[in-house]
Nanobody
Framework: QVQLAESGGGLVQPGGSLRLSCAAS????????MSWYRQAPGKERELVST????????TYADSVKGRFTISRDNAKNTVYLQMLSLKPEDTALYYC????????WGQGTQVTVSS
């Protein structure tokens, strides 16, 4: 079955950076668009970024444009989210999502931006 394992979250100071990873298995990763979502306490889940199966096209939420970069390595079945210039409002649980028939969700990795 589809398995998505996020890692790389943690506590970081404002202005810092983190790189999230999502290791995927159980489906044809190289044919599957992937996304990162996030959910902050008391807020709705938000689409952060999406990358096409070949990595040639990416989209970003306005709130993260210019600071976050999504990428993928199809040889390693892994998608990444590089996050720079982090802000307290980036604090959330970050989920990896595979668009394989339907959306498949990982368990999430917590990102906390605080001084």
């Amino acid at each position: 079955q589809v398995q998505l394992a996020e890692s790389g979250g943690g506590l970081v100071q404002p202005g810092g950076s983190l790189r999230l990873s999502c290791a995927a298995s159980g489906f044809t990763f190289s044919s599957t668009p992937m996304s990162w979502y996030r959910q902050a306490p008391g807020k709705e889940r938000e689409l952060v970024s999406t990358i096409t199966s070949d990595g040639d096209s990416t989209t970003y939420a306005d709130s993260v444009k210019g600071r976050f970069t999504i990428s993928r390595d199809n040889a390693k079945n892994t998608v990444y989210l590089q996050m720079l210039s982090l802000k307290p409002e980036d604090t959330a649980l970050y989920y990896c999502v595979a668009h394989w028939g339907r959306r498949h969700w990982g368990q999430g990795t917590q990102v906390t931006v605080s001084s």
